[in-house]
């Protein structure tokens, strides 16, 4: 809902079709070529086209970084998950019946 008072909902339309256009035929094409010549990722684009040579190893290092800055995400969000529920755990006492008071809700 917040995506649609800021406009979010027309980058998301132009990035699913951009994905669907360009994303799904460049992923089946590298595994198709993967799959059907045997060679790894690293030497498929020199035997393809000479011109394409430090093609396959800029990828190799691309996923290598993006595999690096995917596991820091996912441990920044883990842990402001732990903060999240440790402080829950802490401020139960608030929410206890004990200093539950009817009067306010009623």
Same mark, same amino acid.
């Given at each position: $809902?917040?995506?649609l008072r800021? /406009?979010? $909902? !027309?980058f998301l339309l132009l990035y699913g079709l951009l994905l669907v256009t360009i994303g799904c035929p460049l992923l089946l094409l590298e595994m198709f070529l993967g799959q059907y010549s045997s060679m790894s990722s690293g030497t498929i684009f020199h035997h393809l086209c000479p $011109? $394409?040579? /430090?093609l396959g190893p800029a990828l190799c290092i691309h996923a290598g970084a993006r595999a690096v800055l995917q596991l820091a995400t996912l441990m920044w969000t !883990?842990? /402001?998950m732990y903060r999240v529920f440790l402080?829950? #755990?802490l401020k139960e006492n608030i929410f206890s019946q #004990?200093?539950?008071n009817e009067e306010h809700f009623s």
């Open positions: $809902l917040i995506v800021h /406009g979010g $909902l !027309a $011109l $394409l040579t /430090g !883990a842990q /402001g402080q829950m #755990e #004990e200093h539950f």
